[in-house]
């Protein structure tokens, strides 16, 4: 099945402890994107990685890393979680992010993770 | 201001209603998305468009490029259609890969 799949889906964690959530879609994406979700404030764009080895920073990067070694996986860091980083975040993916609005540029969304920062 | 605008922020319909969510952008913009959020917190990919008119069952997604302004129509709702529909644009030229959104439009439809 073509799935974006992230881990962990829900997690409790403290301050100061790094940590790691995973993004991995098996549909040959090129584009992979990171946003977080906060009650009041909607979706916001943390990074992004329109290739392998491409990455940019969205609109909220602070206290986030991304890397994107290979083409399935962009794991979102947080080296140093505080509890502004409360939060829903969400792993996208898709084939293309170009111009244009050919079922390349069309976005699958991962499940979502939960996360709480004490 | 917020780049992208959508309203209402809530929308209470009867089953059977023609409902209507909008989105106002202010950036020129090459795509836009709509998507829909279930109760259950999973997003999906409803739309994208970046001219004229889409349809999908009874969804139908307008845009109007010089009017920078989106609609999203529900024929026939049902209940099964509550959900938190958001929109989001994708700037035209420099960063293509970045995405912003509106706060979202939550919609119960009644039975």
């Known amino acids: 099945e073509a799935q974006v799949t992230q881990n962990p889906r829900y997690l409790i964690t403290v301050t100061g402890k790094k940590l790691t959530v995973t993004c991995s879609q098996n549909m040959n994406h090129e584009y992979m994107s990171w946003y977080r979700q906060d009650p009041g404030l909607g979706l916001r764009q943390i990074y992004y990685?329109?290739?392998?080895?491409?990455?940019d920073k969205g609109d909220v990067p602070e206290g986030y890393k991304v890397s994107r070694k290979e083409k399935r996986n962009f794991p979102l860091i947080l080296e140093s979680p505080s509890p502004n980083q409360t939060s829903l975040y969400f792993c996208?993916?898709?084939?293309?992010?170009?111009?244009?609005?050919?079922?390349?540029?069309?976005?699958?969304f991962g499940a979502g993770s939960r996360l709480t920062v004490l | 201001k917020n780049e992208v605008e959508q309203s209402p922020q809530n929308l209470t319909a009867q089953e059977g209603e023609f409902i209507t969510i909008n989105c106002s952008y202010s950036v020129g913009i090459s795509a836009l998305h709509w998507l829909q959020q279930h109760p259950g917190g999973g997003i999906v990919s409803l739309f994208m468009?970046?001219?004229g008119k889409k349809k999908h069952g009874r969804l139908i997604a307008t845009i109007n490029i010089q009017e920078k302004h989106s609609s999203l129509h529900i024929t026939a709702s049902h209940p099964r259609d509550s959900a938190v529909y958001i929109c989001?644009?994708?700037?035209?030229?420099?960063?293509?890969?970045?995405?912003?959104f509106g706060k979202g439009t939550k919609l119960s439809v009644k039975p």
């Open positions: 989001a644009v994708r700037r035209y030229g420099g960063s293509q890969g970045n995405l912003i």
């Open positions: 996208a993916s898709s084939l293309k992010a170009g111009t244009g609005v050919s079922g390349a540029n069309v976005l699958t």
């Open positions: 468009l970046s001219s």
């Open positions: 990685s329109m290739n392998v080895e491409v990455t």
